[in-house]
Antibody, heavy 128, light 108 residues
Framework: VQLVESGGGVVQPGRSLRLSCEGS??????????MYWVRQAPGKGLEWLAV????????YYADSVKGRFAISRDNAKNTLYLEMNSLRVEDTAVYYC????????????????????WGQGTTVTVSS | SYELTQPPSVSVSPGQTARITCSGD??????AYWYQQKSGQAPVLVIH???KRPSGIPERFSGSTSGTRATLIISGAQVDDEGDYYC???????????FGGGTKLTVL
């Protein structure tokens, strides 16, 4: 199971950036495979940003990014996206994607409402 | 709003038991999850659904909950367990996640 983020870089305040996260080693578009974005500002803790359901029909955002960021997915490409608009200096962070947690117990598969596997992160720097 | 509160730091000697707490009203009804993050690395899940240990996580890691408090327990802590630990849960709807502020564990 692997998640690989890309698309980070240096961008000026007010501009836009799109992050991608390609998944492999698991069934990306199956029920229970919600996907997440989480970020970590330099020297700070983890901040939950957004989640999208396995079929893309349900999306939820943290108040800090609602209306500026948009989460989406292309299941045919096993890829998750984060479109970031009106970027601010305080959006500077390492951005991680993660998949919904799942495990097997005997013949049964279970999912839980949190992240299990994370990508390595991609760095976004917002600076003039 | 919903918040999870963790102590900023915990320090133990090798072989001792480390306990990291996480408090928040949402924990009364929602599960707690724990992540370990070592310097410069992505977080790793060590406990899910309050007390379940993912495959590959050493048995010395365990979790418990009581009311609005969750606890991560590392029995016989090792130097390799040093790092930042974050608790995680969701709001009452289950749709919005929240992390605790993180606890820096020192084992020396």
């Amino acid at each position: 199971v692997q998640l690989v983020e890309s698309g980070g870089g240096v961008v000026q305040p007010g501009r836009s950036l799109r992050l991608s996260c390609e998944g492999s080693g698991f069934t990306f578009n199956t029920y229970g495979m919600d996907m997440y974005w989480v970020r970590q500002a330099p020297g700070k803790g983890l901040e939950w940003l957004a989640v999208i359901s396995y079929d893309g029909n349900n999306k939820y955002y943290a108040d800090s990014v609602k209306g500026r960021f948009a989460i989406s997915r292309d299941n045919a490409k096993n890829t998750l996206y984060l479109e970031m608009n009106s970027l601010r200096v305080e959006d500077t962070a390492v951005y991680y994607c993660a998949k919904q947690g799942a495990y097997r117990n005997g013949p049964m598969n279970y999912h839980y409402n949190a992240m299990d596997v994370w990508g390595q992160g991609t760095t976004v720097t917002v600076s003039s | 709003s919903y918040e999870l509160t963790q102590p900023p730091s915990v320090s133990v000697s090798p072989g001792q038991t480390a306990r990291i707490t996480c408090s928040g009203d949402t924990l009364e009804k929602k599960s707690a999850y724990w992540y370990q993050q070592k310097s410069g690395q992505a977080p790793v899940l060590v406990i899910h659904e309050d007390s379940k240990r993912p495959s590959g996580i050493p048995e010395r890691f365990s979790g418990s909950t009581s009311g609005t408090r969750a606890t991560l327990i590392i029995s016989g802590a090792q130097v390799d367990d040093e790092g930042d630990y974050y608790c995680y849960s969701t709001d009452s709807s289950g749709h919005h996640g929240v992390f605790g502020g993180g606890t820096k564990l020192t084992v020396l």
